[in-house]
């Protein structure tokens, strides 16, 4: 059977490290840790579990880049990248060690070699699983053959690019996302950076409506298009969040602009009508939101002509 390589990158991740490693501890060849300049005890943890710890030097923006450092310390032929919030189940270990058996029947075409794994993510955020299209299945590369992926993409989602075939695994893993409102402002303060930075160099034309846009257009898409309102208060809470997070994005490529005064003729009319457009944009999606759980097919219709006049406003706006 083939080995397999665990690659941590984590900063100041005391709290968090241990069940990590302990849920990995006995399906690992190798595990490496990358502690990038930890200031709490996050290196005396890991050298519990491993005399493979690096130290890097800390850069919140690169943390996930600071893996493929992890990666090229791996001496097995597949490596599972982790981040330190997140903990494999036993049904997961073992569709894993499956997947990297080359003489498992989980391969469903011999023949195919596959390169790296999708494996879906649990997201436990303030207490509760959200099942809502933003956070589940939330599929990941994960799992990979050495030499065949990297993190390569400057953005706020870093993806892990794989060289070959990837397919999904089935069993989920667990991540431990947001357990406090302060983690959340935290975390919000380095990924609105680079969401930022990369929209700037994206070639961004800056515009004061999306100070508006931004949010509520943000705010749609969570709680509605994506179903967070599903998820009751949850996903009430974490839309508006949504839409907070998307407001510094906003104020952050202002800053960029070095907060340039905007002059607009009709300041107020123009923003009244935004908020409009705003308001009617709210209307349609809950109304699609209506149609969609109702089971009464005479309501069904009514709402479907209400959506269809609103549509129609919105184009004529």
């Known amino acids: 059977m083939s080995k397999l390589s665990v690659v941590i990158s984590a900063y100041n991740e005391e709290k968090n490290l241990r069940g990590c490693l302990e849920s990995v501890k006995d399906l690992s060849d190798e595990i490496i840790v990358v502690d990038n300049s930890s200031t709490d005890k996050t290196s005396e943890i890991a050298k519990d579990y491993t005399t493979k710890v690096f130290i890097q030097e ?5 943390i996930d880049f600071q893996k493929n450092f992890g990666f090229s310390k791996a001496v097995n032929e597949w490596i599972l990248s982790l981040d330190a919030d997140e903990r494999l189940t036993p049904e997961l270990k073992e569709e894993i ?32 699983w959200i099942k809502s299209d933003t956070w589940w299945p939330d599929y990941q590369v994960k799992l990979f053959r050495k030499g065949k992926g990297k993190f390569s993409q400057n953005s706020v989602h870093k993806k ?6 990837v397919r999904k695994l089935e069993n989920p893993l667990t991540h431990q996302n947001y357990t406090s409102v302060s983690q959340f402002i935290t975390k919000l303060n380095n990924y609105t950076d680079i969401e930022a930075q ?8 800056f515009s004061w409506i999306d100070s508006v846009k931004f949010p509520v257009d943000d705010f749609l898409k969570t709680f509605f298009l994506e179903h967070g309102y599903r ?68 309501k069904k219709l009514a709402l479907r002509a209400t959506r269809k006049i609103v549509t129609r406003k919105i184009k004529e706006s």
């Open 58 to 62: 800390n850069n919140p923006l690169k």
């Open 97 to 128: 060690k499956q997947a990297i058996d080359s003489r498992s029947p989980v391969l469903e075409e011999p023949r195919t070699i596959y390169n790296g794994y999708l494996i879906p993510r649990k997201n436990i955020i303030f207490g509760k």
């Open 160 to 165: 892990l690019d794989i060289e070959g075939e």
């Open 198 to 205: 990369s929209r700037f160099l994206s070639g961004y034309k």
């Open 231 to 298: 998820e009751g208060l949850h996903g009430l809470v974490l839309s508006i969040l949504q839409a907070f997070y998307m407001e510094i994005v906003f104020v952050k490529l202002w800053e960029k602009e070095k907060f340039k005064e905007v002059e607009v003729d009709n300041f107020i009319d123009k923003l009244k009508n935004e908020f409009n457009i705003s308001g009617m944009k709210f209307k349609y999606w809950l109304t699609t939101a209506l149609i969609y759980e109702s089971k009464n097919p005479f």
